[in-house]
């Protein structure tokens, strides 16, 4: 995959993301940290420009550019 990528900077935004990180695994033990706080991390928003996808239904290894 290819991408552009932007930081996001809101803090709000980064509070949401680490939410959804914690919540994306909650069979997983807590940490024995602290969750970071938005300034302790970088998150940065991917935005796809080409995906090569994996279609071994027409050989093996075949692929198929998807532009977005």
Known sequence: MAARTHAVVDPA???K???M???KYPEQP???LPMPMP???RIFRV???VISV???TKGFGHTE????
């Open 13 to 15: 935004e980064v509070c």
């Open 17 to 19: 993301a680490l939410r």
């Open 21 to 23: 990180i914690a919540q």
């Open 30 to 32: 807590p940490l024995p």
């Open 39 to 41: 300034d302790d991390v």
């Open 47 to 49: 935005t796809p420009t």
């Open 54 to 56: 994996l279609h071994c």
């Open 65 to 68: 550019l998807v532009t977005c």
